[in-house]
């Protein structure tokens, strides 16, 4: 079984770990990945495939903005949704964007995620190799050869943050009606605030996402904490789409009694491991902050997968207060964090311009934070 251990990527693969068995289908989900042996060549190439260049992501500004439109629109989930929700920590939302504003917004978005490509590499970098300087990184094939030569661990993932932060378009669809009144209901929250969002980037052959819940790294003192998990096209079932340890999220003894070593036998408390299969686009799966969850690694023979990651929370959490904390919420996205973190105490309301309120609309206070020109969409 795969472990959920203290080390320097929660979410990333252990090169000694174990493979996990998804008991349900009686086949081998994990696996160890093997990136760091691609040429830098390869993954470059695999980029180029799959996110759009520039040319094309000019074309995205020209967007009629009917997709706007309908995530201006608030939605609500079912009692069915809700009450599985509740007893699973995960859910699927069919259509949570539906497909033809999705389809616009995911042009936008893979515009702003290649603006973010070589600093995802520097994050990787600073969170794989302790001790190299991340900023020292200049291009995508020296991140690749530091991580060939001192990753402690396997390359899962890039992480590109708050691309809200640089598109306007997705600072739209982050704060929408419609994502933030189902981040609401299912917090059965009266208003709710944008904690991150965070595009995650497989490559085909990158390794596996490991077993881990995000509010681990989240230092925030709250139980309210949702992520809303949209992939950027549509997702057949040998995809690396989110497992989920059903109820995981409500295993208040897990925390409680066990050490982070105590934690790695998630098999002997017989947890029902559940994924939602194949997505169409516009499709999203929904999970609770101390839900665990895992990604397979993305097959060689595919194209990328990349899921748009999108976290709120419960208006009136504070920041955590280590003083008297059992331990201490994980680093790995404090690159994410660090702009309203270093701005705020221990104790005080989680209450900053980059954590903006959303739900309910009326009060949403998202400002243009935005980098980018105004005139991009
Ligand atoms: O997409 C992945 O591989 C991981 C996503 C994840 O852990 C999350 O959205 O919380």
Redesign the pocket.
């Known amino acids: 079984m795969q472990a959920i251990t203290e080390d320097a990527s929660p ?1 990333s693969e252990h090169k000694d770990s174990k493979r996990l068995v998804n008991r349900d289908k009686g086949e081998q989900i994990g696996t160890v990945n093997n990136v760091e042996k691609q040429s830098p060549g390869k993954l470059q190439k695999n980029i180029k495939h799959v996110v759009k260049n520039e040319a094309e992501g000019e074309a995205s500004k020209q967007l009629d903005g009917r997709w706007k439109e309908a995530v201006d629109t608030e939605v609500k989930v079912s009692l069915k949704q809700l009450l599985q929700f509740e007893r699973t920590g995960h859910v699927l939302v069919r259509q949570l964007v539906p497909e033809e504003a999705m389809e616009e917004c995911a042009e936008e978005i893979w515009a702003a995620a290649r603006e973010q490509e070589l600093e995802a590499y520097r994050h990787r970098v600073a969170v794989l190799c302790p001790g190299v300087d991340a900023s020292s990184v200049s291009n995508i094939e020296q991140a690749l050869a530091v991580l060939a030569e001192h990753a402690t661990d396997e390359l899962g ?1 890039l992480q590109m943050f708050n691309l809200h932060r640089y598109s306007r378009t997705v600072r739209e669809l982050v704060t929408s009606p419609r994502l933030a009144r189902v981040a609401a209901d299912l917090l059965g929250a009266s208003k709710v605030r944008l904690y991150q969002d965070c595009l ?1 980037l ?1 490559q085909p052959g990158f390794g596996a ?1 490991n077993w ?1 819940s ?1 509010l681990n790294m989240v230092p925030l003192d709250t139980n309210a904490f949702v ?1 809303l ?1 949209i992939p950027l096209r549509a997702m057949d079932e040998d995809d ?1 789409g ?1 497992l989920f340890a059903s109820g995981s999220h409500r295993d208040f003894s897990l925390a409680y009694w066990q050490d982070l070593e105590g934690m790695e036998d998630l098999e002997r408390r017989e947890y029902l491991l559940e994924d939602h299969g194949a997505l169409d686009l516009g499709d999203a799966t929904c999970h609770h902050g101390w839900c665990l ?1 895992y ?1 397979s690694p993305q097959p060689e023979d595919s194209d990328a997968r990349a ?1 748009l ?1 999108i976290s709120y929370f419960a208006d009136g959490a504070r920041v955590l207060d280590t003083r008297h904390a059992r331990r201490k919420p994980h680093d790995e996205d404090a690159w994410s964090f660090r702009g309203w973190r270093q701005a705020l105490r221990e104790g005080d309301l989680a209450n900053h311009p980059l954590l903006p309120l959303v739900y309910p609309a009326a009060l949403n206070d998202r400002k243009d934070v935005t980098k980018r020109k105004k005139t991009r969409r």
């Open positions: 979410r993932f995650f497989k996402t881990h995000d992520t998990w690396s989110l969850h990604a899921a990651s």
